[in-house]
């Protein structure tokens, strides 16, 4: 017999084939495709059993999911959720961006959600499974399945989580080594579905920079118990094997759906042979039924994001996302204006967080504000040393590299992950990054007010939660040095600052600059 298992993972919100940077619906990603590649495979497969499951972070990353999160109405939000269910998810695990809006928002959408949530390592005050359950056993007629679900332990790292009552994320080595042997004792075959990734490849090097934030590797090195792996979070497209057993990681957006298909002997129940394969649903069409019912809530958030909110004297937009980070920009200035603003305080850091957008338009709408600041995040104001800004712009100065006398983007920063949203640049202070100099040694210039900045010199600065409590590697920035903080959603700040100042002037002030030498 055949077990298969059709998953998605890290599809973002993503429902229609469009990334609302423009108006098309053209884009060869989004659940409504994916939903018809799956039905397809069904159909060519009748001899097959056939489960369908979801890797997690659905909840958060588009337009569309942030509308049905802070705007959207009840019937809204039903559509949306429908949406996913129409999809036919037998299983689901919990994304580290499920949390982004709350745990009452993530509890209400699980009620709604037909799917049976899994996930073992996210758990309570007493170490009980938190959200849904730790495995569920599926029984395949012959033979039997425990599916076993995990999440990436960096969850913790994301936006407000810290905070939450009775939350707590353990080891996702130390969860396995609870539950495989009981679930061996119910299935026959174990699949791992793990919102996390590899930290290593086939050959055991390291291709991680995040160090314990992706355990895929080391959860196949340590448990041959497990017989298949679905993963996720690092949006890689990946199928093939891992210490000879099947792995697969879908992509984003819904670009690709994953298919492990485990061929088992009836007689003796043994895995004879396990594939993996991306399916592309460029070429699919939107699920009618998923089109149909999204309708109503397609055309609430185009209205939305079209509504003018301002006019810009000048011109706030770019063509080249590198060039932008390079050297400063109208845009980048105006991002750092509007923080500095809400916070009061004259020191912002920021990030350009994808390669899509282009600044603003000329009237500003809330279509250019969602697609440029993706993330629901907040603003603190962190109090910290000169040595700590120092040290912060070394780290973000290691986002590029030289090649052929070229700045170019460090490899790292790319592979196994695009991570643009770790690279910072700042308003309030100037200076200058040499990448011709070893990493570390990169800040050549420092100044704050015409004065250079002495390291134990006190600034205050304005920057988002998750890069004030150390994320994306920034160990000089603690919970303990923010002095202040604002529960505002920064899309919102834009928007409020917006309706303030319905005219924007474009300025450029060229306070830095990232240069291949010093000469």
């Given at each position: 017999?055949?077990?298969?298992?059709?998953?998605?993972?890290?599809?973002?919100?993503?429902?229609?084939?469009?990334?609302?940077?423009?108006?098309?619906?053209?884009?060869?990603?989004?659940?409504?495709?994916?939903?018809?590649?799956?039905?397809?495979?069904?159909?060519?497969?009748?001899?097959?059993?056939?489960?369908?499951?979801?890797?997690?972070?659905?909840?958060?990353?588009?337009?569309?999911?942030?509308?049905?999160?802070?705007?959207a109405?009840?019937?809204?939000?039903?559509?949306?959720?429908r949406c996913?269910?129409?999809?036919?998810?037998?299983?689901?695990?919990?994304?580290?961006?499920?949390?982004?809006?709350?745990?009452?928002?993530?509890?209400?959408?699980?009620?709604?959600?037909?799917?049976?949530?899994?996930?073992?390592?996210?758990?309570?005050?007493?170490?009980?499974?938190?959200?849904?359950?730790?495995?569920?056993?599926?029984?395949?007629?012959?033979?039997?399945?425990?599916?076993?679900?995990?999440?990436?332990?960096?969850?913790?790292?994301?936006?407000?989580?810290?905070?939450?009552?009775?939350?707590?994320?353990?080891?996702?080595?130390?969860?396995?080594?609870?539950?495989?042997?009981?679930?061996?004792?119910?299935?026959?075959?174990?699949?791992?579905?793990?919102?996390?990734?590899f930290?290593?490849?086939?050959?055991?090097?390291?291709?991680?920079?995040?160090?314990?934030?992706?355990?895929g590797y080391?959860?196949?090195?340590?448990?041959?118990?497990?017989?298949?792996?679905?993963?996720?979070?690092?949006?890689?497209?990946?199928?093939?094997?891992?210490?000879?057993?099947?792995?697969?990681?879908?992509?984003?957006?819904?670009?690709?759906v994953?298919?492990?298909?485990?061929?088992?002997?009836?007689?003796d129940?043994?895995?004879?042979?396990?594939?993996?394969?991306?399916?592309?649903?460029?070429?699919?069409?939107?699920?009618?039924?998923?089109?149909?019912?999204?309708?109503?809530?397609?055309k609430?958030?185009?209205?939305?994001?079209?509504?003018?909110?301002?006019?810009?004297?000048?011109?706030?937009?770019?063509?080249?996302?590198?060039s932008?980070?390079?050297?400063?920009?109208?845009?980048?200035?105006?991002?750092?204006?509007?923080?500095?603003?809400?916070?009061?305080?004259?020191?912002?850091?920021?990030?350009?967080?994808?390669?899509?957008?282009?600044?603003?338009?000329?009237?500003?709408?809330?279509?250019?504000?969602?697609?440029?600041?993706?993330?629901?995040?907040?603003?603190?104001?962190?109090?910290?040393?000169?040595?700590?800004?120092?040290?912060?712009?070394?780290?973000?100065?290691?986002?590029?590299?030289l090649?052929?006398?070229?700045?170019?983007?460090?490899?790292?920063?790319?592979?196994?992950?695009?991570?643009?949203?770790?690279?910072?640049?700042?308003?309030g202070?100037?200076?200058?990054?040499?990448?011709?100099?070893?990493?570390?040694?990169?800040?050549?210039?420092?100044?704050?007010?015409?004065?250079?900045?002495?390291?134990?010199?006190?600034?205050?600065?304005?920057?988002?939660?998750?890069?004030?409590?150390?994320?994306?590697?920034?160990?000089?920035?603690?919970?303990?040095k923010?002095?202040?903080?604002?529960?505002?959603?920064?899309?919102?700040?834009?928007?409020?600052?917006?309706?303030?100042?319905?005219?924007?002037?474009?300025?450029?002030?060229?306070?830095?600059?990232?240069?291949?030498?010093?000469?």
């Amino acid at each position: 017999m055949k077990i298969t298992i059709l998953c998605t993972s890290d599809t973002h919100g993503f429902i229609e084939p469009t990334n609302y940077v423009d108006k098309g619906f053209t884009k060869p990603f989004g659940i409504g495709k994916a939903s018809s590649a799956i039905q397809a495979y069904k159909m060519a497969h009748p001899d097959e059993k056939i489960i369908v499951i979801d890797n997690g972070d659905f909840l958060e990353g588009s337009p569309l999911s942030y509308f049905v999160a802070k705007k959207a109405d009840s019937a809204d939000q039903h559509i949306y959720n429908r949406c996913y269910n129409d999809v036919g998810y037998q299983l689901g695990t919990i994304g580290n961006h499920e949390f982004d809006y709350g745990l009452n928002y993530l509890k209400d959408v699980m009620k709604q959600s037909q799917r049976q949530f899994i996930c073992a390592n996210i758990v309570d005050h007493n170490n009980e499974p938190f959200l849904g359950k730790p495995y569920e056993i599926v029984d395949f007629g012959p033979c039997k399945v425990g599916f076993l679900g995990l999440s990436t332990t960096s969850t913790k790292k994301w936006k407000n989580v810290n905070e939450l009552d009775d939350f707590n994320l353990i080891s996702e080595i130390d969860t396995a080594a609870k539950y495989i042997p009981e679930m061996k004792k119910q299935a026959d075959f174990i699949v791992a579905v793990y919102h996390g990734g590899f930290e290593r490849d086939h050959t055991g090097t390291w291709t991680d920079i995040n160090p314990g934030e992706n355990k895929g590797y080391d959860l196949l090195e340590n448990f041959p118990e497990i017989d298949a792996m679905i993963s996720g979070h690092q949006h890689r497209k990946i199928a093939g094997h891992l210490f000879k057993k099947p792995i697969i990681q879908p992509g984003s957006r819904g670009e690709f759906v994953g298919r492990i298909t485990l061929n088992i002997s009836n007689s003796d129940k043994r895995i004879t042979k396990g594939e993996s394969e991306l399916i592309s649903v460029e070429d699919y069409p939107v699920d009618p039924r998923i089109g149909k019912a999204l309708d109503p809530l397609s055309k609430d958030v185009s209205h939305w994001l079209d509504h003018p909110l301002a006019r810009i004297k000048g011109n706030l937009s770019f063509d080249d996302p590198f060039s932008a980070r390079i050297q400063d920009s109208a845009y980048m200035e105006f991002v750092h204006k509007v923080q500095m603003d809400k916070m009061g305080v004259d020191i912002s850091a920021t990030a350009l967080y994808n390669n899509e957008a282009h600044g603003f338009s000329n009237p500003i709408t809330m279509r250019n504000i969602i697609t440029n600041y993706v993330y629901p995040n907040t603003l603190v104001v962190s109090e910290v040393s000169g040595e700590d800004i120092k040290d912060a712009l070394e780290v973000s100065a290691e986002y590029f590299a030289l090649k052929g006398g070229r700045v170019v983007v460090n490899e790292k920063f790319i592979f196994p992950k695009h991570r643009y949203y770790n690279y910072d640049m700042y308003e309030g202070i100037d200076y200058t990054l040499d990448i011709s100099k070893p990493i570390g040694k990169r800040v050549t210039k420092l100044s704050y007010h015409g004065k250079p900045i002495s390291p134990d010199q006190k600034l205050k600065v304005v920057l988002n939660r998750y890069r004030a409590t150390g994320g994306g590697h920034y160990s000089m920035f603690t919970k303990d040095k923010i002095i202040k903080t604002d529960d505002t959603i920064i899309s919102q700040i834009f928007l409020e600052y917006l309706q303030n100042h319905p005219v924007i002037e474009a300025t450029n002030n060229q306070n830095f600059q990232v240069i291949p030498d010093n000469k």
